[in-house]
């Protein structure tokens, strides 16, 4: 669907803007901590295994909510650069957003501009998939009209990848990222996420970039939900090309701090 001046939009969106966009004041103070943390991060020499399972480990502690483990097969490769860190709901055109009802079936839209910040999906009646400004802090509403099984956002075909790791920049450009978190109107469907399709840049995965990221309603969902989910996007010059190899090297990095968040996490629900 291609949004423009003249859709029509529903009515959730138009609610969503209002209540939960942040002010202008408060965006400029969010993008100078985003870069302090980075520059201290980068001095203090903190890369570490430990450093990137903390994401998983914080996210995963939510009523209602799990985020497992990403899976580490490869999905694409970025030959270029990456923009910056500041990508918003009108900056990711071309990204195919898959919804699986509950009843069977399922119907794929590509992401399309609403306005100059935000962009998003809609099957009215149905249901839309909608995002306003930086998607660091800004967050992603989902409205369901009808039951559905799953929701799948595949970034990679609108040059777009999420940043997962909060605790330092790996991929040069990436900056801070942040995985999927604050997911709000879930509370009795029993949701689970999980990140794939490993992206590299220019040969080299850092563990911390995704292509795709697939949320499951095990109860099955309907209704409004919202959710933060921080995305990067390739430069206009850049070419994404999928299924890239990515060096074992970083693989095996990965998949050792998956299963530290792993461990991590069933340690804190032992002891919640």
């Known amino acids: ?54 994401i998983l480990v914080a996210n995963s502690v939510q009523a209602g ?49 609403i306005d100059a910040s935000s962009g998003g999906v809609s099957a009215p009646g149905a249901w839309s998939l909608s995002q306003v400004g930086d998607t660091f802090g800004n967050p992603w ?17 609108g040059k777009t990848v999420f940043d997962i790791v909060d605790n330092v920049e790996f991929t040069a450009g990436s900056a801070l990222g942040q995985a999927i978190s604050s997911v709000m109107g879930i509370d009795d469907y029993d949701v689970v996420a999980q990140y794939s399709n490993a992206v590299s840049l220019n040969g080299v995965f850092h563990g911390d ?28 010059n850049s070419v994404i090309i999928p299924d890239a190899v990515p060096e074992p090297g970083s693989v095996i990095l990965w998949s050792l701090c998956a299963v530290g968040a792993v461990f991590g996490r069933r340690r804190l629900m032992n002891v919640a």
């Open 141 to 157: 509403l989902f409205e369901a009209l009808v039951p559905v099984s799953r929701l799948v956002i595949n970034a990679i075909p």
């Open 209 to 236: 970039l995704y292509g795709m990221l697939d949320i499951t309603f095990n109860r099955g969902f309907s209704g409004r939900m919202t959710f933060v989910a921080d995305t990067d996007s390739a430069d206009a």
């Open 1 to 54: 669907m291609i949004w423009n001046s003249g859709t029509i939009l529903p009515r959730g969106v138009l609610r969503f803007r209002v209540e939960l966009v942040r002010s202008q004041s408060e965006i400029p103070e969010l993008y100078r901590h985003r870069r302090s943390k980075v520059n201290e991060m980068k001095k203090n020499g903190i890369a570490t295994i430990a450093a990137m399972a903390m």
């Open 65 to 113: 909510f799990n985020l497992i483990a990403p899976a580490a097969a490869p999905g694409a490769n970025i030959t270029g650069a990456l923009t910056g860190f500041d990508t918003e709901g009108s900056e990711m055109d071309g990204m195919q957003v898959t919804v699986y009802w509950a009843a069977g079936g399922s119907q794929t839209l590509g992401w399309a501009d």
